[in-house]
């Protein structure tokens, strides 16, 4: 593996940390995610640090009401 997709992989990494801070931040439940379109499945996978599409990145600031910036402020 080279070092781009090493790096790729620990921004994802964050973001995961990242975005389940704020859902546990906002009192919402993996569970909870359902409502704003998530599988359970699917939003484990994005905390535990899988890819997402920039689309699904904009989904997630909404749900938990926060913006773009908010989201990424620790990187």
Known sequence: MTARYGNQDK?????GVA??????????TQEDMMDFGFSVR???????GKPVHMKTVLKLADALGVSLKQLFVNF
């Open 42 to 48: 699917f939003y484990q996978r994005i905390e535990a």
């Open 11 to 15: 921004f994802f990494r964050a973001l």
């Open 19 to 28: 975005i389940k801070k704020l859902r546990i931040k906002a009192g919402l």
